[in-house]
């Protein structure tokens, strides 16, 4: 038997559990559509509404930066950490990786759930410290510091993922390539920048693209942590995705911004195969 005779009923579950339903939805994407029934073709027109709505613009904006700030942060305070729990030894580095990976392996509702409770109710642990320091803090007062806690959430929840996968690639560097560059009297920041870094490329490229992937299509984040507010300041594309088909009920819009975030899930799937092939012939 061949390995595509192995294979074939994991790829014909996947096709019924994912292509024919995206396919079916692109399908209803094209008509107008009354209780959820197709009625008249329309041909692009739901995009076109779409790309007119007056908030469209602003969300892809706010996406956008929620996205490459979120993305960004976790991967510099996850590389930080990797290098230093690769210092660690003994029972305290398992101790550290344990903390670490625990935001990772709980539900996201859960995590957010938490992370509200501290950070975000009036009554939380957070805003008793403040208020005892005699700082007001209500976070979702404001549009950037509601931004500000939505990023910090995301960091904390996928911390814990870059760290293994950085730590492994770090692990994975020949020690005699740092003892070279200690015998030729490299510094620490010499050796982090010519040996390290060139040797984590693909571990990093590979974590970004995971980690993008994650926080576009994250509808808990947004949902529980921020509710979208104040004002829509937090309405990212998944949380816009969820209140235009459960909330307004415009399942035409919905349908309209669903097939576009699934084009650009498939690109970014395209890029990830990409560099895992291209890690794996290295």
Not at 182 to 198: C, E, F, M, Y
Not at 208 to 237: D, H, M, R, W
Request: aromatic residues 12%; charged residues 10%; contains cysteine.
């Amino acid at each position: 038997m061949t390995g595509q005779t192995y294979t074939a009923p994991a790829i014909l579950l996947i096709a019924f559990a994912l292509v024919a339903p995206s396919l079916f939805g692109l399908y209803l994407s094209l008509f107008n559509l009354r209780y959820m029934a197709p009625e008249e073709f329309v041909g692009f027109e739901n995009y076109r509404y779409l790309g007119g709505e007056p908030e469209f613009l602003a969300m892809i904006l706010r996406s956008l930066v929620f996205t490459v700030c979120a993305v960004g942060s976790t991967l510099v305070c996850g590389l930080a950490v990797a290098l230093w729990i690769n210092r660690l030894k003994g029972w305290f580095s398992l101790l550290v990786q344990i903390i670490v990976i625990l935001p990772w392996i709980l539900s996201t509702v859960v995590g957010a759930l938490l992370f509200r409770w501290v950070f975000v109710n009036d009554l939380g642990l957070a805003a008793y410290i403040f208020e005892y320091l005699g700082f007001s803090f209500r976070p979702l007062g404001d549009a950037k510091t509601a931004m500000v806690l939505l990023i910090v959430f995301a960091l904390w929840r996928t911390l814990g993922f870059t760290v293994v996968v950085l730590l492994a690639g770090i692990k994975s560097i020949p020690a005699e390539l740092y003892e070279a560059a200690h015998v030729d009297g490299a510094s620490a920041w010499q050796r982090l920048k010519n040996i390290t870094l060139p040797m984590l490329k693909t571990p990093m490229l590979i974590a970004t693209v995971i980690l993008t992937v994650s926080n576009l299509n994250n509808v808990e984040t947004p949902l529980i942590v921020t509710g979208g507010g104040p004002a829509g300041a937090t309405t990212i594309a998944p949380l816009y995705l969820y209140t235009t088909a459960f909330t307004r009920f415009d399942f035409n819009t919905a349908l309209a911004m669903g097939i576009g975030m699934l084009g650009a899930n498939i690109c970014l799937a395209f890029i990830y195969v990409k560099l895992v092939n291209k890690n794996g012939r290295s």
